[in-house]
């Protein structure tokens, strides 16, 4: 038994390893000893690899996630006649439209909605934006949104309830903010 187990340590050291180029390396070592107690002979097996590209303990870069640009048109015109645009960029399916306006400091609240809005929950119909363009990168309207939302145009959707994009899309999408303004 011991002379397998020694063999098999020497066996696996002398097999034929894929030449590695100079940016990476690989080793296997393999070591048989002795133990003076029992008599037996045990052996160890070590395999290691490392990349240059990769700091011991840092984990591998991600693969950068598809972006969502986001403009985010004013209620009303300026003195000049145009409206007033914010931007703001997202990552693909992981935040609601909600969440990126106000990270983004960008005022989707009428006056009452500031005080009188539900926080996110979907139950007050506060945060309404219209979609200008973009719809197809956006979630479909949600039961919430179809019951607050029942005699609105079909562009119209509730900001708390609408997820920007779908993890895997990417583009742009121009939002009218607070469009009951609108003249």
Known sequence: MAATSSAAAVALASLPFPATSSSSSSRVSARSHRSSRSGRISSTI???SASPNLSAGAPAPAPSKPQIELEFVGPKPGEDGSY???QAE???GEKLLRDIMNENKIELYAAYGKVMN???????GTCIVEI???KELLNERTGTENRYLKKK???W???CQTIVGNKENSGKVVVQR???WKK
Do not use: T
């Open 46 to 48: 070590r395999c290691s």
């Open 84 to 86: 007033p645009v914010d």
């Open 90 to 92: 997202a990552a693909s």
């Open 118 to 124: 539900c926080g996110g929950g979907g139950s007050c």
């Open 132 to 134: 200008l363009d973009g």
């Open 153 to 155: 145009p079909e562009s």
């Open 157 to 159: 959707r509730l900001a």
């Open 178 to 180: 607070l469009p009951q």
